[in-house]
């Protein structure tokens, strides 16, 4: 069963906050329990939550001007 990039241990998810509204969030990252112990539970769990904290955090990125996408420069 493959895993979930937001799922850390012992049921508990972690969501980093994207770089560009990291200035207007109170925090870096998103963490908070799924009150679950099993795997399969939290797996699910998990996804659900996933989709709520980037409901959250896209209004809050759509109201930031966009400066177009990152120059890599050597």
């Not at 937001?6 to 969501?15: F, I, M, P, V, Y």
């Not at 969030?25 to 099993?38: G, I, M, Q, R, V």
């Not at 001007?65 to 990152?70: D, K």
Request: proline content about 8%; cysteine-free; hydrophobic content about 40%.
């Amino acid at each position: 069963m493959p895993g979930h990039t937001r799922l850390a241990r012992r049921g508990r998810s972690r969501a980093a906050v994207p770089q560009d509204i990291k200035s207007s969030h109170p925090k870096a990252e998103e963490t908070f329990s799924l009150k679950t112990k099993d795997y399969a539970d939290a797996l699910r769990l998990v996804r659900l939550t996933a989709a709520e904290v980037d409901g959250r955090l896209l209004p809050t990125a759509a109201r930031l001007p966009w400066s177009g996408p990152a120059l890599l420069t050597n």
